[in-house]
């Protein structure tokens, strides 16, 4: 089990690696001179030359990158060009923004997708099951940015429609902000864990001990919840973990529409003003959240299942 968490661990740190260097020479590359950009085209050549001079970039991008990974290793991700603040500082705020508009959204997501998928699989093939399938591809199929300005028409006047609420305000006072960008980052997640959920289930209800359990005639949803829905977690958990690291990674589109101060609408600002420590800390945040949520997922498998557990032991 420690061999496999150290591969696991091993594999973590190159993969972040990857992502910084891949990261690093595409802003590299992209058009566009920061420091015109922070400075404006009529600022001072020579002023200018020294601006680049104190931001390293007039260095060659192995030496900038060299120095990135040496900051790095130390937790420091750099300032900002625009704000001329440390990068963690603008980012740690808006990543418990988004943090906190994600576990709402996986809250609905996992209760109602769960609860779909284990009623659809009671019922295989009939309407109500077809029904609610149809509606878990409909759930899949629709645009979020489109899903999220619809319910913004429908609920103009009922709900807010953007930002978080009134800073200062308890965060119970400020819960009806938090609803339409929940429900529309959710809505994806849901369908997928619904048809999850249904496909897995139907597989465990073949199963030779669930036949044994209803034949000695134990309760049906001791049977549901026990039995059945126990042995069928291993890939809800996987999709579960999955969604909620893309989710957590990926909202920048219903931050966007719901004006929601997270992650990813910092990181839209940023690449516009060519902000390049911005971007690639923000990258590099999510990518290192992405990643570790992945592994908590395999561990957990372990608790779920203990078949899993021998088999990691025997490999190591």
């Known amino acids: 089990m420690l061999r496999f968490l150290l591969r696991r661990l091993f594999s973590l740190l190159v993969v972040l690696l990857g992502v ?83 576990l709402a ?16 699989s009671l019922k295989p093939n009939s309407p109500l099951d077809l029904g609610l399938m149809v509606l878990a591809v409909i759930g899949l199929s629709v645009p979020v940015f489109w899903l999220g300005m619809m319910l913004q028409l429908i609920f103009s006047g009922k709900l807010p429609i953007s930002g978080m609420g009134e800073f200062g305000r308890p965060w119970w006072e400020n819960l009806d902000h938090l609803v339409l960008p929940a429900v529309t980052l959710a809505t994806v997640p849901m369908a997928v864990i619904a048809r999850i959920t249904r496909s897995s289930m139907l597989e465990v209800w073949q199963e030779e001990f669930v036949r044994t359990a209803v034949a000695k005639g134990l309760p049906p949803v001791r049977i549901v919840l026990r039995h059945v829905l ?44 060519r902000d390049i420590p911005l971007v690639i800390g923000g990258v590099m945040m999510l990518s290192a959240t992405f990643v570790v949520v992945n592994f908590l997922v395999d561990l957990l498998y372990a608790l779920i299942d203990p078949r899993v557990r021998v088999s990691e032991e025997g490999v190591g």
């Open 20 to 102: 910084s260097l891949v990261i690093f020479v595409l802003m590299d590359i992209i058009p566009g001179d920061p420091v015109a950009i922070r400075m404006g085209q009529r600022a001072d050549p020579e002023l200018r030359e020294i601006i680049r001079r104190e931001l390293n970039l007039d260095k060659p991008l192995l030496v900038r990158y060299g120095i990135f990974l040496g900051k790095l290793a130390r937790g420091d991700l750099g300032r900002s060009y625009d704000k001329n603040l440390p990068v963690t500082e603008v980012l740690w705020d808006k990543f418990l923004n988004t943090l906190y508009l994600t």
């Open 105 to 120: 959204a996986m809250l609905i997501a996992v209760g109602v997708g769960m609860a779909l998928g284990v009623v659809a």
């Open 230 to 273: 126990r042995n069928a977690l291993i890939p809800i958990v996987t999709v579960i973990g999955n969604n909620f690291a893309l989710l957590l990674t990926g909202a920048v589109l219903t931050e966007t529409v719901f004006s929601w101060p997270g992650v990813g609408s910092a990181m839209v600002q940023a690449i516009e003003r």
